[in-house]
């Protein structure tokens, strides 16, 4: 696969979902192990074993543990491989333990990633890796007014670095409001990124279930967007534990110390973008869908450390695995 130069008008997800006959408590590297021993030949692999990451610095293809269910989200280059290997899942041996795959939910969208009239809203349904080393450093110098706009400056480049790796000319000014439960950063992986709850608005439409943030092939930073309150359980006081946590930022410029460095689709959002203008107007219609609900409180991903687990993180399965 070469390099995805080409400028796009849109972006194409693939989510689906395997429904197992229990509970899934493994990590999202766990999972990608299993594939690349059971699946080995399969186009799929090399988006999910680092072999493309010179060519694609942002993930294809992401596993999550949500709800204990398994979720697999192909973007652009890694829909089609993913809708592929859909229709070998039966079983997944773990070592230790088997899941029988009951059935695959598979859900589908396009037109996304294009401004909305309104600001929309998303939840972070797995910890926010705001923070790495070098952001933490300069995040732990500014007082709490100053913290909640350099996230907020963080979330936006997360923003515009997706539009820019999926090719897609984001022809309008990018506004974040960002709120959160906590300033204080929960340290996550063996190199303490900091993590945030939380939620924010964007007059961006993004696809639900990618990540944003750093640790994305670990499943961190995985959106929802919250549009239907019919259809997704939402306790709006965890976002609003304390007001100085909100902030709104509106930036298209990277950070200072980040320069170095056929079912359905988002309903509701339909009336929210009617139109827009940028060089060439243009109408996007979103699909209706229903997603399953999620519980009210954000939860990290966390792993089954029984002692007789198979270790699907050791070397062999990710000797080409994204370094952070």
């Known amino acids: 696969m070469g390099e995805n130069s080409q400028k796009v008008d ?6 689906v979902r395997l429904i197992t006959d229990k509970p899934v408590k493994k990590t999202p590297y766990q999972v990608k192990g299993v594939f690349m021993n059971q699946f080995a030949d399969d186009p799929v692999i090399p988006l999910l074993n680092g072999q493309y990451r010179k060519n694609f610095l942002y993930p294809r293809v992401q596993v999550k543990i949500l709800n204990e269910q398994i979720y697999l989200v192909g973007i652009n280059e890694g829909a089609d491989s993913l ?7 039966e079983t997944l041996d ?8 009951n059935d695959i939910d598979v ?33 732990n110098e500014l007082n709490n007014s100053g913290r909640i706009k350099y996230l907020s400056q963080l979330l936006t480049h997360n923003i515009l670095f997706l539009g820019k790796e999926m090719g ?33 608005k964007t007059n961006i439409i993004l696809p639900n279930y990618i990540g944003l943030g750093n640790g994305i092939t670990r499943g961190f930073g995985t959106i929802y967007g919250l549009f239907d309150p019919d259809v997704f359980s939402f306790n709006d006081e965890s976002l609003k534990e304390n007001e100085k946590y909100e902030g709104r930022t509106e930036n298209t410029k990277t950070p200072n110390r980040l320069k170095r460095k056929k079912n359905t689709s988002n309903q509701k959002i339909r009336g929210r973008t009617a139109s827009y203008k940028t060089k ?28 007789d687990d198979f270790n699907y993180n050791r070397g062999k399965f990710h000797k080409k695995q994204h370094k952070f």
Not at 122 to 129: A, D, G, H, L
Request: hydrophobic letters at 30%; zero cysteines; aromatic letters at 14%.
């Open 10 to 15: 849109s972006l194409r997800t693939v989510t």
């Open 83 to 89: 809708l592929s290997l859909r229709e070998k899942f």
């Open 94 to 101: 773990f070592g230790n333990i088997t899941f029988q795959v």
């Open 107 to 139: 859900d589908e969208q396009s037109d996304i990633m294009v401004p909305s009239n309104h600001p929309v809203r998303y939840r972070f349904i797995s910890p926010w890796v705001a923070l790495n080393p070098v952001t933490n450093k300069r995040y």
């Open 168 to 200: 897609i000319a984001i022809n309008t000014k990018v506004y974040t409001w960002l709120s959160l439960s906590s300033l204080f950063p929960k340290p996550v992986g063996e190199k303490n990124w900091g993590s945030f709850n939380g939620g924010f």
């Open 280 to 307: 060439k107007s243009k109408n996007y219609k979103m699909k209706k869908k229903k997603h399953p609900q999620f519980a009210n409180q954000v939860q990290d991903t966390e792993t089954n450390n029984q002692p």
